[in-house]
C-alpha cells in the first residue's frame, strides 16, 4: 500500500453534496428484455480547494445482480431494474471502480462528468419507483 499525506482535500461544492439525479419517466417498454437502457443522464460532480495534481471518483452503494451496477432501493423492482454509471466518454463506471482521472485547475477547482441510466436486468419489468443511493468517495493522486 502506498499514499501521501497532504495538509488540506477538496470540498465539494455545496449544490453537489446530496445531489439528486433524475433519471426521468420511462415505459417498461423501454427495459423489455435483458441489458436493455434507457437514455444517459449528465451529472456533474465540482469539487473546490483541491491540492494541485489530479483527482478521481469511486461510486459506492448496494450491488444489483449485476456486481456492477447499482441496485434499486424497492427489493421488487431491483430484481428487474438496476443503474448504470458512465464515465464521461460513456464507458461504464462499475461500482468501486475509480473513475479516470481528472486534472485540478489552478484555482483548485476540478469538475467531473458523469452519466447514469437505467438497466434491465431480466425481462418482465414492472412500473414503479426506481431509485437508489450511491456514495461517492474522491481518490487524490
Sequence with gaps: MHGNVV???CTVNTADIDKTV???RWPTTQLLNAGD????VPFSLRLEGCPPG???ILFTGTPASDANLLALDDPAMAQTVAIE???SDRSRLA???ASPTEEVDANGNVTLNFFANYRALASGVRPGVAKADAIFMINYN
Design 7 to 9: 495538509d488540506f482535500s
Design 22 to 24: 433524475d433519471l426521468g
Design 37 to 40: 437502457t434507457t437514455a444517459l
Design 54 to 56: 489530479s483527482v478521481a
Design 85 to 87: 454509471l458512465r464515465n
Design 95 to 97: 461500482l468501486g471502480e
